[in-house]
């Protein structure tokens, strides 16, 4: 397992940005799949972005052209760019990341967009 720290969250009023870090433990932090996922009150978690160990992204049709996914491979870090931040993109954001045999989540960082 390796072990993720999420970070960056907080209240932004729409229209604002905001970037999430999610920093890993761990030597083979290139080889995992990396995502951000998010949970909203009341609703099942989704997945927002992922991005490979070769860095081919893809994300939710509900932030296409909005959040931009990255990895760091030399900080063990992967961060969500989030632009044009509306209120319905408020809700709990995880990071996971998936092994051969592995699949570790983060504690999720809060992100509500209001006025």
């Known amino acids: 397992q390796v072990q993720l720290v999420e970070s960056g969250g907080g209240l932004v009023q729409p229209g604002g940005s905001l970037r999430l870090s999610c920093a890993a433990s761990g030597s083979i932090f290139s080889r995992y799949l990396m995502g951000w996922y998010r949970q909203a009150p009341g609703k099942q978690r989704e997945l927002v972005a992922r991005?490979?160990?070769?860095?081919?992204?893809n994300y939710a049709d509900s932030v296409k052209g909005r959040f931009t996914i990255s990895r760091d491979n030399a900080k063990n870090t992967v961060y969500l760019q989030m632009n044009t931040l509306k209120p319905e993109d408020t809700a709990v954001y995880y990071c996971n990341a998936r092994g051969p045999i592995s699949d570790s989540w983060g504690q999720g960082t809060q992100v509500t967009v209001s006025s």
């Open positions: 991005i490979t160990s070769g860095g081919t992204t």
